[in-house]
């Protein structure tokens, strides 16, 4: 069974780029994408939904803003949408959140916030991770598999990116984010393709499209698959496909592989 997790940032544009030709050739049984920005409608006219899946939308209530989608092609049940959090009137207004079941495994398709624009965002970020790290223990205590995936906007350690010195005060390289990330590992879930791979520099899932960042490889790895105890005993292997984030979306796909159908 193949889980791939890709920031697409927008769907639209990712489709007039080659979105249905990766899909094609990543050949993924769960698809899990954020940042699609539009509601199913805006979509052309040619394109329902890629051949052989089932979708479930999760916009956000602004237009061209955030949203995830979740696609299966084994079967899929939709569980919850957004975190325990009272940080908004309305649940998951900003589409970030969508927990779907597929069989015996659970997938949790996040777009986490980023706090780089503004203060007030890094303070709602900052709440947000806080929140949605307790809302996660029980998917990590289920003794079922489940996955959290998706772009989580912190780069952990200083091999998940290219510059750590440069990148001190940054929002998504900050201390405290970087220990909430310990935090979440120190809870349970496991981050697959660092213990696939073990220490090494990189790989990474985003580029910036500021001095040649892309073409040099100067990226961080802010795009992850987390598995809980029971979804890592059927883990296989785990690879970063820097391709499509070179022609598709600025962030590339996270690819798993697992037993299992």
């Known amino acids: 069974m193949r889980v791939v997790t890709w920031n697409l940032n927008g769907i639209r544009a990712a489709h007039r780029k ?10 993924a049984d769960i698809m899990l994408f954020q940042e699609v920005r539009a509601l199913p409608e805006q979509m052309p006219k040619e394109w329902s939904k890629p051949e052989g ?18 696609c299966s092609r084994i079967g899929m049940k939709e569980i919850e949408r957004g975190i325990d959090t009272n940080l908004d009137e309305t649940r998951d207004p900003e589409g970030r959140v969508l927990v779907t079941r597929h069989g015996t495994l659970t997938c949790i398709n996040m777009y986490l916030p980023n ?27 289920s003794k079922e598999p489940a996955l959290l995936c998706g772009d989580l906007n912190i780069a ?28 979440l590992i120190d809870i349970g879930w496991e981050d697959l393709l660092r213990n696939h791979l073990g220490p090494i520099k990189g790989p990474y899932s985003w580029w910036s499209n500021r001095g040649r960042a892309r073409e040099l490889d100067r990226g961080w790895r802010i795009d992850y698959v987390l598995a ?9 292997s785990a690879d970063i496909i820097r391709e499509g984030g070179l022609t598709v979306s600025d962030h590339a796909p996270v690819v798993a592989d697992f037993a299992g159908e």
């Open 18 to 27: 080659g979105l249905d030709d990766f899909i094609k050739k990543i050949d």
């Open 228 to 236: 809980n105890p029971a979804a890592s005993e059927i883990f296989i």
């Open 115 to 141: 706090g780089s624009a503004r203060q007030e965002r890094q303070d709602y970020k900052d709440q947000w991770l806080e929140d949605m790290l307790d809302w996660s223990r029980k998917f990590v205590e």
């Open 156 to 183: 952990h350690t200083e091999n998940d990116i290219w510059d750590p010195k440069g990148n001190k005060r940054t929002s998504g390289f900050l201390d405290h984010e970087r220990r909430w990330f310990d935090r």
């Open 53 to 70: 899946y089932e979708l479930i939308w999760h916009p956000a209530d602004k237009k061209g803003y955030s949203g995830v989608m979740s």
